[in-house]
């Protein structure tokens, strides 16, 4: 029989185990990224379209072309998405030169001004030669490699079509294999536990895409209304970094302001107009509209997604971070589920749940006590 200290020490040696093992796992999957990263992407497009494929079963349609049609949607949708990237780059690239002229201008207005606090010449000092950034040739080299790169996006792309594909054929035979494999107390669980987390894991996807479209939508708006340059890529990035929780709104936000201050400087009335506008949509969409829609959902602390953000961009980089919070999702919910890692779920997630028990078992203790003192006669005072 185990003493209570080697019990102690068991669960020790299991909890270093299981931390070597989830740092070991993040190690494989970090160096298999090439073709494990495929895979998760298009086992995420398959949970996105499953509502949309059991919809068109209901309606009878053949599951070979239901199946043809969706593919087609995402393929065609994807396309254009790449297409809309490759104008933006090449408008991009068309418009730097201007834009070099432009930055050498603010630079000189500012140097004007600060010179003095460097004891420098008011007419030979210069805040970018004092930097020593060529920022004109890692703007052009950065913009040239990612139009390179987008051979390399367009292969792993064509191998998710095809995790996608053979997925979507394999849809309606999944769960039964998954189920005859599973002893028979545990199958109705897990038929219900990935019912749960496909339900849960769709409605994210298409809720966040729905907004980010509409921050996309208004950010394009805003550009066109106030004359700010390149609006199809400020609503491509806005719709783009939507999907990357806090960071990808600072992110599309401090560069609107960037770009109106280097085009439209010294009109300080406008780049203020444009300030308010950008920060004003992030504050609506991201504090009323988002929470509104999305509910709770998925029950994640803010600080959690910011270190699941960190882990999983380290691992898969950029596309990392996009996964980062249904990835994290999708693992509260097994752990929710599992009783020896119940504990972790908790931590994951915001504590709404336990502050709301708290609540009530306090609101319960307050009535008992007044319900207590009630009955309680007063010390010295004759009942009859």
Avoid at 45 to 52: D, G, M
Avoid at 92 to 100: G, H, N
Avoid at 233 to 240: D, H, I, M, Q, R
Avoid at 296 to 303: A, E, G, R, T, Y
Wanted: aromatic share 10%.
């Amino acid at each position: 029989m185990e003493t209570k200290g080697e019990e102690i020490y068991l669960r020790h040696i299991r909890n270093l185990l299981a931390l070597f093992l989830v740092i070991l796992l993040m190690g494989i999957l970090k160096v298999t990224s090439s073709v494990i990263l495929p895979f998760v992407v298009a086992l995420f497009l398959f949970v996105f379209v499953n509502p949309l494929l059991n919809r068109l079963d209901r309606t009878r349609i053949p599951k070979t072309v239901s199946t043809c049609l969706v593919l087609v949607l995402v393929v065609l949708v994807s396309a254009l998405f790449l297409y809309v990237i490759f104008v933006v780059v090449n408008m991009l690239l068309s418009k730097l030169p201007y834009y070099a002229t432009r930055v050498n201008e603010i630079d000189r207005l500012i140097s004007y001004h600060i010179a003095p606090l460097f004891d420098a010449d008011e007419e030979t000092f210069s805040i970018i030669s004092f930097l020593d950034i060529n920022w004109y040739s890692i703007a052009i080299s950065s913009l040239s490699s990612f139009s390179s790169k987008l051979l390399g996006i367009f292969s792993d792309a064509m191998l998710t079509f095809v995790y996608l594909l053979f997925m979507l054929l394999e849809r309606q035979s999944f769960v039964p294999k998954l189920m005859a494999i599973t002893p028979k107390e545990k199958a109705d669980r897990i038929a219900r536990l990935s019912m749960r987390i496909n339900r849960q894991i769709s409605k994210y996807i298409f809720l966040k895409l729905v907004i980010s479209v509409l921050t996309g939508i208004l950010f394009y708006l805003v550009a066109i209304i106030t004359g700010l340059d390149f609006a199809l890529a400020w609503g491509l990035l806005a719709t783009v970094l939507n999907f990357i929780p806090t960071i990808g709104s600072i992110i599309v936000t401090a560069g609107t302001i960037i770009m109106a201050f280097i085009q439209f400087a010294p009109s300080w009335l406008t780049i203020l107009y444009i300030s308010v506008l950008m920060i004003s949509i992030e504050m609506i969409v991201g504090n009323i509209i988002d929470p509104r829609l999305q509910g709770v959902q998925l029950n994640i602390s803010p600080l959690v997604i910011l270190v699941s953000l960190a882990i999983w961009g380290y691992i898969w980089g950029l596309p990392g971070m996009f996964l980062a919070v249904p990835l994290t999702s999708t693992l509260q919910i097994f752990m929710a589920n599992i009783p020896s890692l119940k504990s972790v779920a908790i931590i994951l997630s915001t504590g709404k749940v336990q502050r709301d028990e708290e609540k009530k078992r306090k609101r319960r203790k307050e009535k008992n006590n007044e319900q207590k003192d009630d009955f309680e006669m007063p010390e010295g005072r004759n009942p009859n």
